[in-house]
């Protein structure tokens, strides 16, 4: 059982920088790989970024490639998405899930939401114009 909380959510002018962090219980948290979702209001939840087990594969969603960063620190058990650049369009709430499996990044992209094992409570970020 994986207990996963973000933090790091809040309101940021366009251009702005915000940093989410996703922090795991549990002993075995390099055993899975992890991936930031979004959902804004009226949208199905859409994939943003996920990051391997060991952290050797890293894959985004175009909407955010070049502007968000995703990692991790399997000591600490936490994982994070730097995002800088933000626009008003990525406003959403954000979710960090875990999925049991040591699959590449590339392939936690094309999981659905379903697919995923636990998920976080979600965060908000508002990006105003």
């Known amino acids: 059982q994986v207990q996963l909380v973000e933090s790091g959510g809040g309101l940021v002018q366009a251009g702005g920088s915000l940093r989410l962090s996703c922090a795991a219980s549990?002993?075995?948290?390099?055993?899975?790989?992890m991936g930031w979702f979004r959902q804004a209001s009226g949208k199905e939840r859409e994939f943003v970024a996920a990051i391997s087990g060991f952290g050797s594969t890293i894959y985004y969603a175009d909407s955010v490639k070049g502007r968000f960063t995703i990692s991790r620190d399997n000591a600490k058990n936490i994982v994070f998405l730097q995002m800088n650049s933000l626009k008003p369009e990525d406003t959403a709430v954000y979710y960090c899930?875990?999925?049991?499996?040591?699959?590449?990044?590339?392939?936690?992209?094309?999981?659905?939401?379903?697919?995923?094992?636990?998920w976080g409570q979600g965060t908000q970020v508002t990006v105003s114009s």
């Open positions: 549990g002993r075995t948290f390099s055993s899975y790989g």
């Open positions: 899930a875990a999925v049991a499996q040591q699959y590449a990044a590339s392939i936690m992209a094309r999981l659905g939401p379903g697919s995923y094992d636990y």
